[in-house]
């Protein structure tokens, strides 16, 4: 059974900075792309960041490029995302998720975590 | 960036109705279009991926259909279950973007 862990979530002050990792198991993790999406309280989804399953390739989205950073350790099956100069409006559940295909980027997420709350305010 | 655009907001049927969720995307998708349900407290679900594929383990009730920018997700016959927050979601173009959510509610 495929679960993804996450962590690292909490208080922080806006300038500040917070490290959230995920913990995968029950799949070949380095043959998986992996996400980050993040929720807002009461509201949709945002598609956060991606890298492929080697983390040769990234990819942001516009409100966090510059500020986040995404990255995994292959030997230790887990993702990371390194939030920097955080704002109020990155307030939000973020939750992993998996690529839904093996050795590609299909761009579905499947399946989820069961996300690390993150909390921007002073 | 592709605005995913959902309707109705919310949707109040009964169990035994047949649900039918709508997104339109700003620009064709082509079938890139994923749908996702979500029940509260909950991480979302993959339902339907390639605009009518079905994912893993769901039930054939669930079916999608659809494809440029105009797209559909039917509930054949609503369980009590799936009384739940439905997302649609497009990997066209970067950003992977979602619509805003269509809330399915018990009548």
Known sequence: ?122 | EVVLTQSPATLSLSPGERATLSCRASQSVSEYLAWYQQKPGQAPRLLIYDASNRATGIPARFSGSGSGADFTLTISSLEPEDFAVYFCQQRSTWPRTFGQGTKLQIK
């Open chain 1, 1 to 122: 059974e495929v679960q993804l862990l996450e962590s690292g979530g909490g208080l922080v002050q806006p300038g500040g900075s917070l490290r959230l990792s995920c913990v995968a198991s029950g799949f070949t993790f380095n043959n998986y792309a992996m996400y980050w999406v993040r929720q807002a309280p009461e509201k949709g989804l945002q598609w956060v960041s991606g890298i492929s399953g080697s983390g040769d390739s990234t990819y942001y989205a516009d409100s966090v490029k510059g500020r986040f950073t995404i990255s995994r350790d292959n030997s230790k099956n887990t993702l990371y995302l390194q939030m920097n100069s955080l704002r109020a409006e990155d307030t939000a559940i973020y939750y992993c998720a998996k690529d839904r295909v093996y050795t590609s980027s299909s761009g579905w997420f499947d399946p989820w975590g069961q996300g690390t709350l993150v909390t921007v305010s002073s």
